[in-house]
């Protein structure tokens, strides 16, 4: 009896960036420099989009999305589109780690200088177009856009103006309620597939991180019950018939991280209580911890296991990659078990250091391995 799975998340299936076609990359600078316009900016964009959903197609996978193509980054490209949320004149040095040493990432700090709204409908061209390139495909387009707790965890309080939020519950229910209506808006617009990206729930693992969070004025031993808190508030109202995942990355920068440390601190109160259909997990290497917190996940969710890593190129072995679902399987139902690449192959414009034949091979790795396992 096949176990292959008509809605998502689907037994392979994959987080949502994808490396930059070299001509999408020139396209970019020519348009920095000046060179171009922004229309032809957009053919660019319009040209690799509709190549790699065909790409995604030939690769046997079920769901597709535009590889976040029109985006410098995963969050900041959505995050300052929301009313009364601004680039501040500070920046914040962010630490990322490889195998070959460190790598210091600068960027602007964000400020909440205002109410938070939602101003307009956040990535709705985008979307539509990814949904026209997808049609007569049977592909599903996923939309990813960060959670709300990403508008909060890179600055904490000092982030959010004292006289805009003297009360900072009001902060929190003006934030749900501005991605409550986004992703009303969104579903309006045909999007059966959403998912939040947050690095914060995986990062809160990480006693390094919670010793951070603690000096600079939040309760670290209880942040993520309000971040899970948050996803619901954004969730609360949300249409029927659109399903909705979350990834939990530990950063993801030219084949960096950032954080390390199993999910156990979060585990319980995460599966238990956070009010999507699936998690994507990564669970590529020794950083991601055991399999045990998946005890906590009830019936009904759906875990889409990282096994496979988008920081390097070398392809894993099908062999292994079964192995470790079997492994996952003493801890919840293999029927609740999907498999996807750990991260995005480029969470920003620059990429993990790999091929995109190397890219393209793990996504199919991806599909076979799901075929023998659950089809």
């Not at 979307?127 to 990813?144: N, Q, S, V």
């Not at 939020?165 to 309006?188: G, N």
Request: overall charge negative; glycine content about 8%.
């Amino acid at each position: 009896m096949s176990l292959l799975r008509d809605t998502p998340p689907f037994r392979a299936d994959h987080v949502g960036s994808l490396l930059r076609p070299e001509p999408l990359l020139k396209a970019r600078a020519d348009f920095a420099a000046g060179r171009i316009k922004a229309e032809d900016l957009r053919r660019a964009e319009d040209e690799a989009i509709r190549s790699v959903v065909e790409a995604q197609r030939a690769a046997g996978l079920r769901t597709v999305t535009d590889g976040e193509f029109r985006r410098a980054a995963w969050h900041m490209d959505f995050i300052y589109r929301l009313g009364g949320v601004a680039p501040a004149d500070e920046k914040i040095n962010v630490r990322f780690r490889n195998e070959a040493g460190d790598i210091e990432f600068s960027t602007a700090a964000l400020r909440v200088h205002d109410r938070v709204r939602l101003q307009e409908t956040i990535f709705a061209d985008d979307f539509a177009f990814l949904r026209e390139a997808a049609e007569g495909t049977g592909l599903t387009p996923k939309l990813t856009i960060p959670s709300p707790n990403m508008v909060h965890y890179r600055g904490g309080p000092a982030a959010i103006d004292p006289d805009v939020y003297p009360d900072v519950e009001e902060f929190w229910s003006d934030l749900a309620a501005a991605y409550a209506e986004q992703v009303r808006r969104i579903a309006e617009l045909g999007c059966t597939y959403l998912q939040f990206d947050d690095t914060s729930l995986a990062y809160l693992n990480d006693p390094e991180q919670r010793r951070m969070i603690r000096e600079r004025g939040d309760d670290a031993e209880h942040l993520h019950l309000r971040y899970i808190q948050q996803i619901n508030g954004a969730l609360a109202n949300r249409p029927e018939g659109l399903f909705v995942t979350t990834h939990m990355c530990r950063g993801n920068f030219r084949s960096s991280w950032t954080a390390e440390g199993g999910y156990d601190f979060v585990a319980e109160a995460l599966f238990g209580e956070l009010a999507v259909d699936g998690f994507f997990l990564e669970y590529d290497d020794h950083r991601s911890g055991g399999f045990e917190p998946l005890r906590f996940v009830p019936k009904g969710k759906m875990v889409v296991l990282g096994l496979v890593t988008t920081k390097r190129g070398a392809l894993e072995s099908k062999d292994d990659l079964k192995r470790r679902i079997e492994e996952a399987s003493r801890h919840v139902p293999v029927e609740q078990l999907c498999l996807s690449p750990q991260c995005g192959f480029s969470s920003t414009v620059e990429g993990n250091v790999l091929t995109h034949d190397e890219q393209m091979a793990k996504l199919r790795l991806i599909v076979e391995t799901a075929e023998e396992v659950w089809g």
